[in-house]
């Protein structure tokens, strides 16, 4: 797995505003690095909160677990940072396994870019296929790129792209 670079041909979509707290910022007053994962956990919460109000699907009545990560830092957040989203797209399905990538912005500037490999489980937290209906929702998320005329990042909170 590695992290898409700023110049690749992935479509950032569902963009979620982040506020920066005092609370995210350490001693040399930029956003500490471990926040820009719970940015991402924000997001998937959002992300998939839209899915149970789609679908009726809610991946967090069933489960799921962060089975991989890794993340490329950009450049840094401060308390002053301002107009600041997080957005997804996901690369690809398995029969368990969600890969997305999420891209941090402020304005047009990428500050941090993040792979995690999900894998979604039944409630005793085996892992479990994906039904129909999250191929359904999560399918309009993969392969982004592909599809002419779509703008590098997409939509706002709950819009499909």
Excluded: W
Excluded at 52 to 60: H, I, K, R, V
Excluded at 87 to 92: A, D, E, L, Q, R
Excluded at 114 to 126: C, K, Q, Y
Excluded at 141 to 154: A, C, I, K, T, W
């Amino acid at each position: 797995m590695s992290c898409p670079t700023a110049d690749s041909a992935a479509i950032f979509a569902f963009p979620v505003p982040i506020v920066i707290r005092f609370s995210d910022v350490d001693m040399f007053g930029h956003v500490n690095h471990a926040r820009y994962l719970t940015f991402c956990e924000d997001h998937r919460t959002s992300f998939f909160a839209a899915m149970a109000l789609s679908t009726g699907s809610d991946l967090f009545g069933t489960g799921f677990a962060v089975a991989k990560l890794e993340c490329e830092y950009k450049a840094p957040l401060t308390l002053h940072s301002q107009d600041v989203y997080v957005s997804c797209c996901v690369i690809s399905l398995g029969r368990s396994s969600i890969r997305m990538r999420y891209r941090i912005r402020e304005g047009e500037r990428t500050v941090a870019l993040i792979a995690t490999v999900l894998v979604v489980t039944d409630p005793e937290g085996r892992s479990r296929s994906l039904t129909g209906i999250e191929r359904d929702f999560l399918g309009k998320y993969v392969n982004l790129s592909r599809h002419s005329g779509q703008s590098r990042e997409s939509g706002r909170p709950g819009d499909s792209p």
